[in-house]
C-alpha cells in the first residue's frame, strides 16, 4: 500500500518536467553536513556545467543525483520517480556517471573495461550481441582510444585512462550522462576535444551534468550553469545571463573582468592582478 510520503512524491514528479531533479535534500558524511535544503534541476536536454570553488559541494551533489550517495532528507528524482526505489542496474540504464577517480581491475585491457559499460544492457537472457560490440568500437572511436585497445589500463597515461573510462560511459548508451572534472590529467587539446564531443552529444538529445573547474570552458560549451558555494546554488541559469564580474568574486573570491569570447560569443573571464 502506497503511503502519504509516497503520493506526495509521485504528485511531484508527475508535475515536473525534468528528467531528473532534487526536492530539499540534505547531503552529509557522517556529521558533517555539505548541503541542506537543496533544491536543483537538470533542463532536459541540457549540457549543464556546474562550477564553484573546492568543497563547495559540487561532487557531492553529483553523487546524489547518480544513488552513489542518498540524500539523509528530501528525495531525488530521475524520470518521474524517486531515484532510491530504482535497483542500480536500473539507473544505470537511463543514467552514466564518470567519477572523479575509479580504479580497474589489474591485467584488464582498454576493450574489455569500455566493455563493462554494456553490463546494465545484459542479463541472463540477453547475453552480449553485436549490439554491445558496436557500442564498444563506437565509444572507443568517438573518444579516440581505438588504438588502446589491447592495451593494459595500468600502462596507460593519466590522460589516456580517463579517455577509457569516459569510452566505457558512452558504451552505457544512456540518455543522461554525469561527468565528474571530465577534463581532469588531459591537456588542452584534448580537453577541448572532449567538450566538443559533449556538446555533440546534447545537440543529439542527451543530457550531460558535468563539473568543471575551467570557468572559460564552463561559460562556453554549458547552456546551463549551476554556480556552488558553501553547499548551496549562488546562481543558475544561462552562462550569458549569470557570469557576471560580481557572481565570479562572490563564489570564489576572484576579482576580474569579463570580456566576450570573441569565437563563442560567450563571457571570458579575465582575473585581475592584486
Known amino acids: 500500500m502506497a503511503t502519504q510520503s509516497d503520493a506526495e512524491n509521485q504528485s511531484s514528479a508527475v508535475q515536473h518536467d525534468s528528467r531528473l531533479w532534487t526536492e530539499d535534500i540534505t547531503l552529509q558524511y557522517d556529521?558533517?553536513?555539505i548541503s541542506q535544503n537543496l533544491s536543483v534541476t537538470i533542463p532536459h536536454k541540457s549540457f549543464t556545467v556546474i562550477v564553484g570553488p573546492n568543497a563547495c559541494g559540487k561532487s557531492t551533489l553529483l553523487r546524489a543525483l547518480s544513488k552513489l550517495l542518498?540524500?539523509?532528507a528530501g528525495n531525488v528524482f530521475l524520470d518521474g520517480k524517486d531515484?532510491?526505489?530504482?535497483?542500480?542496474?536500473?539507473?544505470?540504464?537511463?543514467?552514466?556517471?564518470?567519477?572523479?577517480?575509479s580504479t580497474a581491475p589489474d591485467g584488464i585491457t582498454a576493450a574489455n573495461l569500455v566493455a563493462h559499460g554494456r553490463y546494465p544492457h545484459q542479463n541472463?537472457?540477453?547475453?552480449?550481441?553485436?549490439?554491445?560490440?558496436?557500442a564498444v568500437l563506437s565509444a572507443m572511436d568517438v573518444t579516440n582510444t581505438t588504438n588502446l585497445s589491447n592495451r593494459f589500463v595500468d600502462e596507460l597515461s593519466g590522460g589516456q585512462r580517463q579517455r577509457i573510462w569516459l569510452a566505457m560511459v558512452l558504451a552505457q548508451e544512456t540518455p543522461v550522462m554525469l561527468l565528474d572534472e571530465p577534463t581532469t590529467f588531459l591537456d588542452i587539446a584534448h580537453q577541448i576535444e572532449l567538450l566538443e564531443l559533449f556538446k555533440d552529444l546534447?545537440?543529439?538529445?542527451?543530457?550531460?551534468?558535468?563539473v568543471l573547474h575551467d570557468l572559460n570552458h564552463a561559460a562556453r560549451y554549458a547552456n546551463h550553469m549551476i554556480a556552488m558555494k558553501d553547499g548551496q546554488i549562488a546562481a543558475q541559469g544561462d552562462p550569458r545571463e549569470i557570469v557576471t564580474e560580481q557572481?565570479?568574486?562572490?563564489?570564489?573570491?576572484?576579482?576580474?573582468?569579463?570580456?566576450?569570447?570573441?569565437?563563442?560569443?560567450?563571457?571570458y573571464i579575465i582575473p585581475l592582478g592584486r
Request: glycine residues 4%; contains cysteine; aromatic residues 4%.
Open 31 to 33: 556529521d558533517r553536513i
Open 70 to 72: 542518498k540524500p539523509t
Open 83 to 101: 531515484i532510491a526505489a530504482y535497483k542500480s542496474k536500473e539507473v544505470a540504464r537511463k543514467l552514466g556517471l564518470l567519477p572523479q577517480s
Open 124 to 134: 541472463l537472457v540477453r547475453q552480449w550481441t553485436d549490439a554491445d560490440e558496436a
Open 202 to 210: 546534447n545537440q543529439q538529445g542527451n543530457t550531460l551534468v558535468a
Open 247 to 267: 557572481l565570479v568574486e562572490e563564489v570564489f573570491g576572484l576579482r576580474c573582468t569579463i570580456m566576450e569570447d570573441p569565437v563563442a560569443k560567450t563571457p
